[in-house]
Nanobody, 121 residues
Framework: QVQLVESGGGLVQAGGSLRLSCAAASQFVFEINTWGWYRQAPGKQRELVALMRDGLNTNYADSVKGRFTISRGNAKNTMYLQMNSLKPEDTAVYYC??????????????WGQGTQVTVSS
């Protein structure tokens, strides 16, 4: 019901920065209650990286605190993950997630297709 499209992944050296973007779109009127970034490294389970609730409250995995920042765009249908001081262990496919409320239709949980982030040592 809500489509999410990520962009901004790529290859970067350790210590570098990347900014991921996630754009939400739907044929219905909607609002995003909770935005999230998750990641999955090869052979590992998908894990939470950062959450933003109600456009204000944020939570981060301990492994990224102080290095990553989740933020929402002014248009409210976009979300960003600024990643600084990247480490090789941050290498993973990063997924955007949104808990959206569609007007008159209820709440839906949506996932993007993922974007690869590779950090070289």
């Amino acid at each position: 019901q809500v489509q999410l499209v990520e962009s901004g992944g790529g290859l970067v050296q350790a210590g570098g920065s990347l900014r991921l973007s996630c754009a939400a779109a739907s044929q219905f009127v909607f609002e995003i209650n909770t935005w999230g970034w998750y990641r999955q490294a090869p052979g590992k389970q998908r894990e939470l990286v950062a959450l933003m609730r109600d456009g204000l409250n944020t939570n981060y995995a301990d492994s990224v605190k102080g290095r990553f920042t989740i933020s929402r765009g002014n248009a409210k249908n976009t979300m960003y993950l600024q990643m600084n001081s990247l480490k090789p262990e941050d290498t993973a496919v990063y997924y955007c997630n949104a808990d959206a409320r569609l007007l008159g239709r209820g709440d839906f949980d949506s996932w993007g297709q993922g974007t690869q982030v590779t950090v070289s040592s």
